[in-house]
């Protein structure tokens, strides 16, 4: 039996709440290219969770300014938020392959405070996207 909306976007924020643990953990202790990539994985999912919950069906697409601006046809809140949050996108693929950096590699590149400045966002969005769903469950078990 296919889940509702909203169990579904619980499941995506789920699995973005499991990935920051790994984010802010990656943060602390090094691996910070690998850190700042999760971060975008992490705000990602937060928003694809927001969108299944609002009843989407297929959400592609990696990057959070676009999932942000589909975002804001139910929360024109995301519009403010995408300002500051979009900067993940930067570490989509630079933070992974060495032909996207001259003369260096990810590993080499990002600091512990690029890693913990990305965790903070995808801590960010995952808490306001939890905001989010909370509010729905509340309506719907009424």
Same mark, same amino acid.
């Given at each position: 039996?296919?889940?509702?909306?909203?169990?579904?976007?619980?499941?995506?924020?789920?699995?973005?709440?499991?990935?920051?643990?790994?984010?802010?953990?990656?943060?602390?202790?090094?691996?910070?290219?690998?850190?700042?990539?999760?971060?975008?994985?992490?705000?990602?999912?937060?928003?694809?969770?927001?969108?299944?919950?609002?009843?989407?069906?297929?959400?592609?697409?990696?990057?959070? &300014?676009?999932?942000?601006? #589909? *975002?804001?046809?139910? /929360?024109?809140?995301?519009?403010?938020?995408?300002?500051?949050? +979009?900067?993940?996108?930067?570490?989509?693929?630079?933070?992974?392959?060495?032909?996207?950096?001259?003369?260096?590699?990810?590993?080499?590149?990002?600091?512990? &405070?690029?890693?913990?400045? #990305? *965790?903070?966002?995808? /801590?960010?969005?995952?808490?306001?996207?939890?905001?989010?769903? +909370?509010?729905?469950?509340?309506?719907?078990?009424?």
């Amino acid at each position: 039996m296919r889940k509702s909306a909203l169990e579904e976007g619980l499941r995506w924020l789920e699995q973005a709440s499991e990935d920051l643990y790994w984010t802010q953990d990656l943060a602390q202790r090094g691996g910070y290219h690998i850190a700042c990539f999760l971060a975008q994985q992490v705000g990602e999912k937060a928003l694809k969770a927001f969108l299944y919950a609002q009843g989407e069906e297929i959400v592609l697409g990696h990057s959070i &300014e676009r999932l942000c601006a #589909a *975002a804001t046809q139910w /929360q024109p809140n995301f519009n403010e938020k995408v300002k500051r949050w +979009s900067i993940l996108d930067g570490y989509y693929v630079p933070t992974r392959y060495p032909n996207s950096l001259p003369d260096s590699i990810p590993a080499k590149v990002y600091t512990k &405070e690029a890693a913990l400045e #990305a *965790a903070r966002l995808a /801590q960010e969005m995952v808490d306001y996207v939890s905001g989010l769903l +909370s509010k729905i469950k509340k309506q719907t078990s009424k």
